[in-house]
Every structure is written in C-alpha cells, then in structure tokens.
C-alpha cells in the first residue's frame, strides 16, 4: 500500500496550496468522493496562449503502483491541441508513459501538463487536425481554433464564478 500514504501526503500538500492561491490556483486536483485512486480538478490555462483564461477540467486514475507507475490523466473539457485526443482527452505526455519517475507528484504532474499546453509537440499527435495545421505553419489558424474550444469548453471553474457572483 505504498499508493496509500504517499496520495495522502500529497493531498494535503495539494490542499495548503489551494488555500494559499485561492479562487484562481493554477491547479486544484481532489480525491473524487475521498477515493485516493481516483482524482478530480482543473488546470488553469497558461497566459499568452490560447488557453489562457480556460479552466480544463482533468480527471486521474491513480494505479496502486503508484509512484512506481505513472497516473492515467485525461482532460475531460475538449481542447484543440495536437497532443490531446479529441474524443478520449488522452494526453501524449512523455512523462505518464517512458519518462516517469517516483519523483513526479500528482501536482507537478499536473504542472507538466500546463506547460505542453503552452508548447505543443505537433511531431507526435494525437488530434491530427491540430498538429497538421502546426506542422503547416499555419499558427494563426491553430490559435484560432484552440481560442475558440477554450472559450466554448473551458469556462472558468463553479468555486470562480459562485466567488465573482458574490
């Protein structure tokens, strides 16, 4: 039960930083229902890009290997991004697959996944569309395309809107 202390650990980790950064954090990642092998939150979008302003909604499967296996993340909000599958939200991320390491946390894990989208990688894609269109050159086009999914599907998170509605 290695899994055990080490998710518990990093909850609470998780849960000083949320209280620390408020409404707008970076990352909020919570065990769905107390369940510490199944994970729920959000990723802010990074500024300058596209994404900037949209909360994408993740979910995460902790193995019971973990930290000796990576995590399965997928976001559940659509994005347009060639290293995100369109239909699953399968990320294409080197460290959930050959490049993990027990010193990844759920967190920087998270972290990780903040920068690919603000440096996609077109030569290894998931959504073809969008890798094709950056293989292209045509970064307009892709920027357009990627503002548009995070307007329609990544709208800030509720805790954001009931807090501004105060």
């Known amino acids: 039960m290695m899994a055990g202390g080490r998710l ?14 408020g409404v707008d954090a970076e990352i909020v990642l919570a065990p769905e229902d107390g369940n510490l092998s199944h994970w729920v939150g959000h990723v802010r979008g990074p500024v300058e890009t596209p994404y900037e302003n949209g909360y994408f909604k993740i979910d995460v499967v902790v193995p019971s290997s973990y930290p000796l296996s990576p995590p399965n993340v997928r976001l559940i909000s659509k994005v347009f991004h060639p ?8 990320v294409c991320l080197d460290i959930l697959k ?7 946390t759920l967190a920087s894990t998270a972290r990780a996944l903040i920068v690919l989208l603000g440096h996609p990688e077109p030569d290894s894609p998931l959504n073809c569309d ?11 086009a892709f920027r357009s395309l990627a503002r548009m999914y995070t ?14 509605q105060r």
């Open 8 to 21: 518990l650990k990093e909850h609470r980790e998780m849960q000083k930083d949320a209280r620390v950064a």
């Open 98 to 104: 050959t490049a993990w390491s027990p010193a990844w």
């Open 151 to 164: 307007k329609l599907c990544a709208g800030p998170p509720p805790e954001v809107v009931a807090s501004r």
């Open 130 to 140: 969008a890798g094709n269109l950056l293989r292209a050159g045509d970064g307009r």
């Open 83 to 90: 290293n995100v599958h369109p239909k699953t939200g399968e």
